[in-house]
């Protein structure tokens, strides 16, 4: 009996064009676009070497610590400040007249700075010779003061800036502004799986349909009709959400770390909720189906924005001002979880969000469980 009601459930679902569009290729398309629209989004954030001359005089060619410090900042690599070019001052002034440079170093013997206008790039420059200056006049303190300083390398080693330091990221993964929004795509696919979860409720309702009138004078208790059906809606909804993940990083190229087994955890977690979900508003309104599938788009789509799907701020704001909506939100619990395995070095945030959105999904079942248990129909 199990199979049968099983297998035909399923066949049900894949010729629902409509199921089957909502809860796969729709979610497919859009994160096409997502890539699409966010392709150079990071790159465009990427630093680009500022371009600058600096006039090659007696006066710079006799300040060795100048012409360590400049030749450090432009040396290749991926922390380079300057492209510099070495010219006369009148050539200098050429290059910042036609904008080939956003301004030139020049000493006499002071430095001093030449540019045509104000801007990032400009403070920049200006940022890096105050901070040349003030290490210059500290370490001429120092030298006076003590002037075994000159032979120890503490002069050369500062006009160097050697660095002592490394910077250790204490997430897991790189920073990366676009990756909220496809963690949030997943979560709204994973509650279009409402959609199944309200159709195997309507199955068994038979004021709603001639099938479900069928149904409900079949020599099997519809409880455990709807158990077999929702079963085969989340095998559906779970391998639909699998595709979509194989999509999004074989195909678009999106991270999620290296914690497969708990990415599988959430979506199968994040299925049943949107099933569940789904179940529980088919079994409370008491309307036709248009009805109740216009209820489930605006709730899921007001959920997915406040997850940060549309705009990523979104998230944080809630979370800050109205914390306990974060917390009931589906959508924002398996967007953050995907966030948590990404970023984190702990689980402990995860496996809140696991339980929530298990806690969510045993509520959703218990309604629709004493909701839909002692409908009776006096006449089919």
């Not at 199979?3 to 796969?24: D, G």
């Not at 801007?119 to 920049?124: D, E, R």
């Not at 999004?248 to 099933?275: E, M, R, S, W």
Request: charged residues 20%; glycine residues 4%.
């Amino acid at each position: 009996m199990f199979k049968h009601i099983f297998i035909s459930n399923i066949k049900c679902i894949l010729r629902n064009k409509q199921l089957v569009f909502w809860t796969l290729m729709f979610p497919i398309v859009l994160a096409t676009l997502f890539k699409v629209a966010f392709s150079n989004l990071s790159s465009a954030e990427a630093f680009n070497p500022i371009n600058i001359a600096v006039v090659d005089n007696q006066d710079y060619e006799k300040n060795q610590g100048f012409k360590a410090a400049i030749e450090q900042v432009s040396k290749s690599g991926s922390d380079k400040l300057f492209n510099v070019t070495f010219t006369e001052e009148k050539k200098a002034e050429e290059l910042l007249k036609n904008s080939k440079i956003d301004g030139y170093i020049y000493l006499n013997p002071d430095i001093n700075l030449a540019v045509k206008a104000s801007g990032l790039n400009q403070t920049i420059i200006k940022t890096f010779l105050d901070n040349y200056k003030e290490s210059e006049s500290t370490l001429s303190t120092i030298a006076k003061t003590d002037p075994k300083a000159m032979s120890s390398g503490l002069i050369k080693d500062a006009f160097s800036y050697k660095e002592y330091t490394k910077e250790i990221s204490p997430s897991r993964g790189k920073p990366d502004t676009t990756l909220n929004y496809f963690y949030s795509l997943i979560a709204m696919a994973c509650l279009y799986g409402s959609f199944l979860g309200l159709q195997k409720i309507a199955d068994i309702q038979a004021d709603l349909s001639k099938r479900a009138a069928r149904v409900n004078m079949a020599p099997v208790h519809k409880m455990k009709v709807f158990i077999y059906g929702f079963l085969a809606a989340f095998l559906i909804q779970f391998v639909d959400i699998l595709i979509l993940l194989a999509y999004l990083h074989f195909a678009l190229k999106v991270d999620f770390g290296n914690q497969l087994p708990y990415i599988l955890l959430l979506c199968f977690v994040g299925c049943a909720t949107g099933i569940s979900f789904g179940s529980m508003i088919s079994a409370l309104v008491k309307k036709g189906e248009g009805i109740k599938i216009a209820i489930l788009i605006a709730i899921t789509n007001i959920g997915a924005y406040l997850s940060g799907m549309m705009y990523a701020n979104v998230k944080y704001i809630v979370e800050k001002n109205i914390p306990i909506l974060a917390y009931i939100n589906p959508s924002a619990l398996i967007t953050d979880g995907f966030y948590t395995l990404y970023y984190y070095n702990t689980h402990e945030r995860f496996f809140i969000n696991v339980s929530i959105l298990i806690a969510l999904s045993v509520v959703f079942c218990l309604v629709t469980y004493f909701n839909i248990r002692r409908q009776k129909y006096a006449s089919l």
